[in-house]
C-alpha cells in the first residue's frame, strides 16, 4: 500500500507557473506507475499526465500537452507536475494517484491510491 501527500497549489495569475508534488510512502515508490488528475467544480475528473514506474513512459491530455510536464524523482519518493503557462481553465483540485505496474493508464478507475488533493486557482 502507498500513501500520497500532494502539495504546491496555490492562486496565480494567468501566464505564471506552479510546481505540484506528490510524495509517497509506504510501499516501494519504483513498483507505481503514477498519474495527476483534476476536477474542478461541477465537471468530471480530469486525467492530466501520467509517468511509468520507470520514467521513460509519459503521456498528456491534449489539454495541457506542451505546458504541463510530469516527472518522478525515485531517491525523493515524490511524483511533480511542472505547470507553465497557466490558464483560467487549469483551476481545479488537482489529485496524484497511483498504481502498481508497469501499466500506464488513462483512466481513474484503473487507479488504486489517492493524495488528498491540492487547490490550483488561476485568475484572469
Do not use: H
Not at 500532494?6 to 503514477?34: D, H, I, K, P
Amino acid at each position: 500500500q502507498v500513501q500520497l501527500v500532494e502539495s504546491g497549489g496555490g492562486l496565480v495569475q494567468a501566464g505564471e507557473s506552479l510546481r505540484l508534488s506528490c510524495a509517497a510512502s509506504g510501499s516501494t515508490f519504483g513498483s507505481y506507475t503514477m498519474a495527476w488528475f483534476r476536477q474542478a467544480p461541477g465537471k468530471e475528473r480530469e486525467f492530466i499526465a501520467a509517468i511509468g514506474w520507470r520514467g521513460e513512459t509519459t503521456y498528456y491530455a491534449d489539454s495541457v500537452k506542451g505546458r504541463f510536464t510530469i516527472s518522478r524523482d525515485s531517491a525523493k519518493n515524490t511524483v511533480y507536475l511542472q505547470m507553465n503557462s497557466l490558464k483560467p481553465d487549469d483551476t481545479a483540485i488537482y489529485s496524484c494517484a497511483a498504481r502498481r505496474g508497469a501499466l500506464v493508464f488513462r483512466t481513474f478507475y484503473d487507479y488504486d491510491y489517492w493524495g488528498q488533493g491540492t487547490q490550483v486557482t488561476v485568475s484572469s
